[in-house]
């Protein structure tokens, strides 16, 4: 496309959680299937810096992009539907924003003027806006506005919005999500909620060009019409959102209700290619109609909050798909494992998946399930903490470390088989210190890890202080746990596995966030592979622990 970067922008009305950012992505992806270069970016409104500190019950999964930016959740679909990394610039807090005002006043940048929310604030939002626009390389930049309009927090956003409106005419849009709630009593969705959310997006400045109405049931004969006469909008731009089975659904629903067509039509596109879908269908087709299934445990501390593991999730259900099979996932709670109940709680599942985490909470109940699932010779994959675990439990069980340890759970142990990285150990803040980001990554050659990459040197993304402390690693890999993957530049230990087992495999990075519809990660797909071909056999006695077979 030819000509200026147009700005869209997604804001959400009467209650959360609508779905902004699956709506987001989904526009993104059908605009992309044009032909068109689309990035997305996430306005939150929260004073944090950024969702680093934030505990996953409090806003779920902290994302990590290539640039070691710890970012909202929602970055995460942004890469798994576009194949497209994002960075830094396509997440903004408040915190960032005022934190940058702040430091430009105290430099003097502001010639002594007097400092306000408009137009300091509102003018480094809109800076921060067209950032990703300056670079020249994207037709569409997608803006989601995360909250709900009429918070307080989200006034400068909807403020900046309104400005650029009007400074950029014909180059700007405005999507608004918001709800048709359905009453049982009556048997229909009513539209006053959604009048109200508009009205208030009004109040502020902001006409909406397309109204997105998340619904359970289907919209009733002239409902369209209706909100079409009540907004102020179009009756073509009043798109019906139903509940989907899958989230990938998404993009072919919004299709159907031709949303893409009706938002380059706003924006002054009068000819676009047409929609290929074909490998998105693909993916659908492999997804919805698998020729097996198979059973995994999910184990870690998070487990009733399942956004904590969103990118885990998806890309085991993205590894499912390559393989064409149903991955039922158990969400296992690693505070209620123990050695007496571990076998009700893991057994006849075909693989183990031990998760990420901080602090010492449940550490137990994941070295409990390691030691099953290296004994059961049950396929295991462990991320960062659980790859950390994995390390524990052979300390303790093979090598005879009774009181092998991380130094973030036991800073006096005698075994310190995990401990805190050199460089982390001036650190103070905890915001934005670890290490963050894509580092690289040696492979041995004839190992686990290789066979699966197929490559000598992979890059990665990491988010830890701690990590394999050296000392140990020759005798480790005396008894059978080999060091498969190491960072060339300091040594450190990235990959684990164990010589006589038939899938055990940890790492110390984070490979979910790499998986993606188009390219699901090598190694969950390996995993769900090895989990499916595995035989879980039942506990020969009430212990729960089975010894390894010889």
């Known amino acids: 496309m030819t000509g200026s970067t147009k700005y869209i922008f997604v804001t959400g009305g009467v209650t959360s959680s609508l779905g902004k950012g699956i709506i987001s992505a ?30 996953p019950y409090e806003h779920g999964e902290c994302f990590v992009t290539e640039d070691g930016a710890e970012t909202d959740l929602d970055l995460g679909h942004y890469e798994r539907f576009l194949d497209v990394p994002t960075s830094q610039a396509n997440n903004v807090t408040t915190g960032r924003i005022y934190q940058n005002v702040i430091t430009k006043e105290r430099r003097g940048e502001y010639l002594g003027k007097t400092v306000q929310v408009i137009p300091h604030i509102t003018d480094e939002i809109k800076r921060h806006i067209q950032a990703l626009g300056r670079k020249g390389i994207y037709d569409f930049v997608i803006t989601e506005v995360g909250g709900t309009v009429g918070d307080i927090e989200s006034l400068p956003y909807i403020e900046a919005i309104r400005q650029l409106r009007w400074e950029k005419g014909r180059d700007c849009l405005v999507v608004h999500l918001t709800l048709l709630p359905f009453l049982h009593t009556t048997g229909e969705l009513k539209t006053k909620p959604t009048q109200h959310s508009v009205k208030e997006l009004l109040s502020l400045g902001v006409q909406p060009d397309v109204l997105v109405c998340r619904t359970e049931h289907p919209m009733q004969r002239g409902m369209k019409d209706k909100i079409a006469l009540f907004c102020n909008v179009d009756t073509e731009a009043v798109i019906e959102s139903r509940d989907a089975e899958t989230i990938y659904d998404v993009p072919l629903m919004m299709q159907e209700e ?109 070295i409990a399930a390691i030691r099953f699932a290296r004994e059961n010779r049950i396929p295991f994959f462990g991320i ?16 005879g470390l009774a009181e092998a340890n991380s130094t973030e759970m036991a800073p006096e142990t005698p075994d310190p088989v995990i401990a805190m990285m050199e460089e982390q150990k001036t650190v103070a803040d905890k915001g934005g210190t670890m290490r963050l980001g894509a580092y690289p990554c040696q492979l041995v050659e004839g190992t686990l890890a290789h066979r699966i990459y197929k490559r000598k040197q992979v890059s990665e993304r990491h988010r830890h202080r701690y990590e394999f402390n050296n000392a140990y690693l020759k005798r480790y890999e005396q008894a059978g746990m080999q060091a498969t993957g190491i960072n060339p530049q300091g040594k450190l230990v990235e990959i684990v596995e164990l010589k006589d087992h038939p899938f055990f495999i940890g790492t110390q990075f984070h490979p979910e966030y790499r998986s993606t519809v188009a ?31 010889a």
């Open 26 to 55: 989904s526009l993104a992806k059908l605009l992309q299937a044009r032909g068109f270069t689309v990035t997305i970016q996430k306005l939150d409104p929260y004073i944090n810096v950024d969702p680093g500190t934030l505990n």
């Open 258 to 366: 031709k949303l893409d067509e009706v938002v380059l039509r706003r924006l002054g596109l009068t000819s676009f290619p047409e929609a290929d879908l074909e490998s998105w269908k693909d993916f659908l087709r492999r997804y919805k109609q698998p020729k097996g299934e198979v059973n995994v445990a999910l184990v870690g501390k998070y487990v009733e909050l399942k956004d904590a593991y969103k990118s885990i999730k998806e890309a085991l259900e993205h590894a499912g798909a390559a393989n064409e099979l149903k991955v039922h996932i158990r969400w296992v709670h690693s505070e209620k494992i123990n050695e007496k109940n571990i076998a009700r709680h893991l057994g006849g599942v075909g693989g183990i998946l031990v998760a990420p985490g901080f602090g010492h909470r449940g550490i137990e109940g994941k």
């Open 519 to 549: 390219k699901p990660h090598p190694l969950f797909i390996a995993f769900v592979k090895a989990a499916q071909q595995s035989h879980s056999p039942a506990p020969a006695n009430g212990s729960g622990t089975v010894k390894a077979e």
């Open 384 to 399: 960062c903490l659980g790859m950390q675990c994995a390390v524990i439990e052979f300390g303790r069980h093979v090598l």
